[in-house]
């Protein structure tokens, strides 16, 4: 396994009031350059039910200004790694993103995890942002448990 480094900048600008968290791009969200890019994930899906917009019909520039118009922040708590294939359970060596810097000059006053691993990694660097960070049911089509109302019920924090 080779180090992997984050290959997308953060979404975000000064007026982005929260954040979502994941833990590390895909394989498949890499080799379409984008955050979300496995269509078999719910995160755009469960964004467009949540926000009345459907993001999949949009391209990754409508995504991102949607978002930032939504003033939603977008990355993920790690920077690099060694990771195998897609499987979050495999990361080591890791570096994570400077969090703190990212939101320093936004207004974000909460963050949300998509899934206990965003949150785990980002509580390894960060655990004074404890307070501030919410986990909320991961979107991977590896958490078949929640089905798309389901992560919608819980989600639905998000629309501020």
Known sequence: MEKITHPFKPIIDENSEILILGSFPSVISRENDFYYGNKRNRFWALLSKIFDRDFSLMTNIEKRNTLLKLHIAL????????IYKSSDETIEDVCYSDIPSLIKESKIKHIYCNGNKAFEFLMDAYPN???MTTVLPSTSPRNASYSLDRLYEKWQIIKH
């Open 75 to 82: 990355y993920d708590s790690v920077y690099s790694c060694t």
């Open 129 to 131: 942002l404890k307070d």
